[in-house]
């Protein structure tokens, strides 16, 4: 059957213009019998064929007022239903208080249970609380309960842990839900059940969980590691993208599968991404300290949504804070610290070797009062003693319009 549909499909694609007809007078061919000339015809196939056979096909029949075929019909419908399948979606994130970590609604199990949870794309489990949370760890914060989802499904002795850098940690057991986040639904992830959670994350009411979007090879699932939602849904996108537009002290976005023109100015610049350690790995090529030249360094970081500052070299942050008077490392704070005016110089760094830096604009780098006299504040760039990278946190990250490409592991910058 398949072969009749493609030979009617052959000859009624050359009458339908499917295929490129490639002629060419050739004179050597051109005979004078009866005063007509002869030319060839060379043929080239149509790559695309295959992909819009039976669309072709059906043109055809119509051309000629004749009914389709039922299965061409079918065909057409499978088409359509794959057509409709490519999606895209956009979902409001909110800082809390000082920007310290941005909350985005995600709805969880059938009907949906809306959690709020911190988008980080520095780690790679979505876990929740839940009510398997010991009510004593609990203090405010909405609770995903599998008992009245009809979708859930317990993985039994499936366990997680995970420990942060900020000495948070958390772990529990794990479930398999639908997930909404931006209007797409994974019908089948997992959702990690926290049984156990620090002291950071119960004062921390406001937060419900976090919803991972580094690479799954960081994923504490045991005995077997899960993908994260992001992992699930890339291939429904139209493109195997998501992108992140924070804001200082005002609701950002995350968008998936297409980049938004309206919300980055100028190019995008992309840099390649090491993924061997499950993070967005980069390396910047320099950074400029206010109006000063760029200078050429190589930094290499990571793109991390759920780590509030920024992270550089101490070599790097010493040069900033030298710059403005009054600016001392407190070591009771174990931070750099410097006067809440006047404004602090800007600080740029470079994206990719097309001369495109992303500036963060002084104010940012005033983190938060200290004193309740407020004249001295935390800064917002720190050091990366100890970790092994650096971490291009929510203080960079809001200074910029940022495209995290699953599909050609890199990232894009644009200033906005
Ligand atoms: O908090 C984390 C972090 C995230 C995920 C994991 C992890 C362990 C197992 C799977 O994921 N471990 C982390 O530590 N930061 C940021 C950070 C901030 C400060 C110091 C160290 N780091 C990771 C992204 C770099």
């Not at 850098?165 to 794990?174: H, P, T």
């Not at 924070?246 to 980055?264: M, V």
């Not at 759920?306 to 010493?318: E, F």
Request: glycine fraction near 12%.
């Amino acid at each position: 059957m398949v072969r009749v549909t493609f030979t009617i499909a052959l000859v009624l694609g050359y009458m339908t213009g499917t295929f490129p007809l490639e002629t060419s007078l050739r004179s050597d061919d051109t005979h004078h019998t009866g005063g007509g000339k002869t030319f060839s015809v060379r043929q080239v196939s149509n790559p695309d064929f295959i992909r819009s056979g039976p669309y072709q096909l059906a043109k055809a029949y119509k051309k000629f007022g004749v009914p389709l075929p039922e299965d061409l019909k079918n065909a057409l419908g499978r088409l359509r239903l794959e057509k409709r399948k490519r999606s895209t979606g956009n979902e409001v994130t909110k800082p809390e208080s000082y920007d310290v970590e941005y909350l985005t609604p995600v709805s969880i199990g059938t009907p949906g249970q809306v959690l709020h949870l911190d988008i980080d794309t520095g780690s790679s489990d979505l876990w929740v609380f839940s009510s398997e949370t010991p009510s004593n760890l609990v203090n405010g914060q909405s609770l995903y309960e599998p008992a009245k989802s009809s979708t859930a499904q317990k993985l039994e002795g499936y366990t997680w842990k995970i420990s942060y850098g900020d000495g948070s940690s958390s772990s529990g057991v794990v479930y398999r839900d639908s997930v909404t986040l931006g209007g797409l639904t994974v019908s089948s992830q997992a959702v990690e059940a926290a049984t156990q959670v620090s002291e950071e994350f119960t004062s921390d009411s406001n937060n419900d969980g976090l919803l991972g979007l580094g690479f799954g090879s960081l994923n504490t699932v045991q005995p077997k590691g899960q993908k994260t939602w992001f992992e699930n849904i890339m291939q429904e996108l139209d493109s195997p993208i998501f992108t992140a537009d924070l804001k200082a002290g005002e609701p950002g976005t995350y968008n998936f599968g297409y980049i938004d023109k309206n919300a980055h100015i100028g190019n995008i610049s992309y840099v390649s991404v090491n993924d061997s350690n499950g993070y967005w790995t980069w390396t910047s090529p320099g950074y400029a300290i206010g109006t000063g030249a760029l200078v050429s360094t190589q930094i290499m970081g990571i793109a991390d949504t759920g780590t509030t500052l920024l992270l550089l070299p101490s070599t790097i942050v010493v040069m900033y804070y030298a710059q403005i008077p009054g600016a001392l490392y407190d070591a009771t704070q174990g931070a750099y610290t410097l006067p809440c005016s006047p404004t602090p110089p800007d600080f740029s760094f470079a994206v990719g070797d097309d001369g495109q830096v992303i500036t963060i604009p002084g104010e940012y780098i005033l983190y938060a009062a200290i004193t309740s006299i407020g004249t001295m504040c935390f800064g917002g760039i720190q050091a990366d003693s100890g970790i092994g990278f650096s971490i291009f946190g929510d203080v960079a990250l809001k200074a910029a319009f940022v495209v995290f490409d699953g599909g050609k592991k890199r990232l894009g910058w644009a200033s906005k």
